[in-house]
């Protein structure tokens, strides 16, 4: 199973492995209070995207296009596997530090990494 939820919101046991997916390390979090499993950078948008992008919301269907594209590597399609083979044995918590909730890196990597673990079981 995979989660997202804001760095910023308290860490809980249901959160299972916490991974931060941001490039940036988010300002005012601690790594204690992070609790993270890992920290997988590469994962976050570029800073090119994610400046274009600027969290406005009418920019979000093409964010999601740019931002899947900037995914089609196949460093990242490892890194997604691996990310959808550990969400077959436990929960995986993507961690991020946007404001917008819905609207979000975190939540296009949480489809595509259940896409990949479906096509796997």
Do not use: C
């Not at 920019?59 to 083979?85: G, I, K, N, S, V």
């Amino acid at each position: 199973m995979v989660k997202i939820k804001r760095i910023y919101d308290p860490a809980t046991e249901g959160d299972g492995e916490r991974i931060l997916v941001d490039r940036l390390w988010p300002r005012g979090v601690t790594k204690e209070s992070a609790r993270l499993s890992s920290w997988v950078k590469k994962l976050g948008p570029t800073a090119e995207l994610r400046k274009w992008f600027g969290h406005d919301p009418s920019r979000w269907e093409d964010f999601r296009t740019r931002y899947t594209r900037e995914l089609q590597t196949p460093d990242h399609r490892a890194l997604l596997e691996d990310l959808a083979a550990r969400s077959r044995r436990r929960v995986v918590t993507l961690v991020f530090g946007a404001r917008d909730r819905e609207r979000n890196h975190a939540a296009v990597l949480k489809s595509l990494i259940g896409n990949i673990a479906k096509k796997a079981a």
